[in-house]
């Protein structure tokens, strides 16, 4: 079946550290993003792919870095300078983002905390 | 600016009706999406509104007043399976992208 897969499901920072979270789909999809969720919060945009080798800051890219070098992979970095990490991030996918009515698809999210 | 407004909480009795409302502000609006979040999980795609009226799909409608920036999402025969968060976004903005709303968790009793 086709879907998108984020892992760990459950991550742990310590101070001073970086730390990636793995996004992959095979739903042949052009567009992939990644989301902050915070509790009581809209999803918030951090970083968004249309084509593979490019990349667009979100809204709150600030501490965030990605790469898109292949097609079906969308990793995001967690770095040391995002100083309140614990979220629940969420990655998805769409269709071509010329087509408005494509809707995102989600992984099932992973929750980072620090330790 | 861009602002979603939708309740924060609602309840309902199984079997019943319900209608959850989201008012936009936005520019450049091309389109509204509602999703449903279940508590720790992804969110799942359940209408897309880009023309003003009522789409239906089963036990689920979504309406659109473009001119009032104001969608609702219905719910009918209300199952204890749809207690869940309901995410009203709305494609707009200069880069298109989606915005969300802060979710309205429904929690529906027996």
């Known amino acids: 079946d086709g879907g998108i897969t984020q892992s760990p499901k459950y991550l742990f920072r310590k101070e001073g550290q970086n730390v990636t979270l793995s996004c992959e789909q095979n739903?042949?999809?052009?567009?992939m993003y990644w989301y902050r969720q915070d509790p009581g919060q809209g999803l918030r945009l951090i970083y968004y792919s249309q084509i593979v080798n490019d990349f667009q800051k979100g809204d709150i890219a600030e501490g965030y870095s990605v790469s898109r070098e292949k097609k079906e992979s969308f990793p995001l970095t967690v770095t040391s300078a995002q100083k309140n990490p614990t979220a629940f991030y969420l990655c998805?996918?769409?269709?071509?983002?010329?087509?408005?009515?494509?809707?995102?698809?989600f992984g099932d999210g992973t929750r980072l905390s620090i330790l | 600016g861009q602002n979603i407004d939708q309740p924060t909480e609602m309840t309902a009795t199984e079997g019943a009706i319900v209608q959850i409302n989201c008012t936009y502000q936005?520019?450049?609006?091309?389109?509204l999406f509602w999703y449903q979040q279940h508590a720790g999980e992804a969110p799942t795609f359940l209408s897309y509104n880009v023309l003003d009226g009522l789409e239906e799909k089963g036990r689920f409608s979504s309406f659109l007043s473009r001119s009032k920036g104001y969608s609702y999402l219905l719910l009918k025969e209300l199952q204890m399976k749809d207690s869940a968060s309901y995410l009203c976004a709305v494609t707009g903005g200069s880069q298109g992208n989606l915005i969300f709303g802060k979710g309205t968790k429904l929690s529906v009793k027996p």
């Open positions: 936005t520019s450049g609006f091309n389109g």
């Open positions: 998805a996918s769409s269709g071509p983002r010329r087509y408005s009515n494509q809707p995102q698809h």
């Open positions: 739903l042949n999809h052009d567009a």
